[in-house]
């Protein structure tokens, strides 16, 4: 796993910008990230294809990973993400009543589980933007994500295909 190369001082922020993908739901899919440290020139983009996935999923991991490359704990982060499913767990708490309660009827709680674990590390905000509105960043990671979810060797994304029946 690479991992974002500079160090930010605690009074920067970086932007986190994702995306998911999925052809079919389930099928094919992939995530795109862009990272960018506000007033800074630099950035970085990350992608990665599953052979079998969701979107909801994919919208998940994008910021889990994303996350597991900052390179110190306590940074700042805003996450932009077009993902309610993901905006709204943390911003109306839900994900912590779900953990609460182990996350029984809940879909994804091996991501979860993993996001908790980062997200505690960091400052991190979340800020939901419309989909497919120009949004530069956010039309990056679109981009990344399918064609992430279009190579020909892509990764198993083993704890979904366990659980699902049509694997």
């Known amino acids: 796993m690479s991992v974002i190369s ?6 920067w922020v970086i932007h ?5 993908s999925s052809r079919g739901n389930p099928g094919p899919g992939g995530y795109g990230i862009v990272m960018d440290l506000v007033g800074m020139t ?4 990350f992608s990665e294809g599953f052979r079998r996935t969701t ?12 996350l597991e490359k900052l ?3 306590g940074q700042k982060v805003i996450v932009f993400t077009d993902s309610k499913y993901v905006a709204e767990a943390v911003q109306k708490q839900w994900i912590f009543h779900w953990e609460k309660n182990s996350f029984q009827t809940k879909k994804n709680p091996d991501l979860w589980q993993r996001f908790l674990n980062i997200y505690r590390q960091h ?5 939901w933007i419309k989909g497919h509105s120009n949004h530069q960043q956010n039309e990056r990671c679109h981009s990344l994500a399918v064609q992430a979810s279009l190579h020909k060797r892509m990764k198993v994304d083993q704890v ?8």
């Open 42 to 45: 630099h950035r970085k983009e």
């Open 71 to 73: 390179k110190s704990p």
């Open 55 to 66: 979107n909801n999923r994919m919208e998940l991991l994008a910021v889990i990973v994303a």
């Open 6 to 11: 500079y160090h930010a001082p605690a009074e």
């Open 123 to 127: 400052w991190v905000t979340f800020k």
């Open 160 to 167: 979904y295909e366990q659980q699902d029946p049509f694997s």
């Open 16 to 20: 986190i910008y994702t995306d998911g």
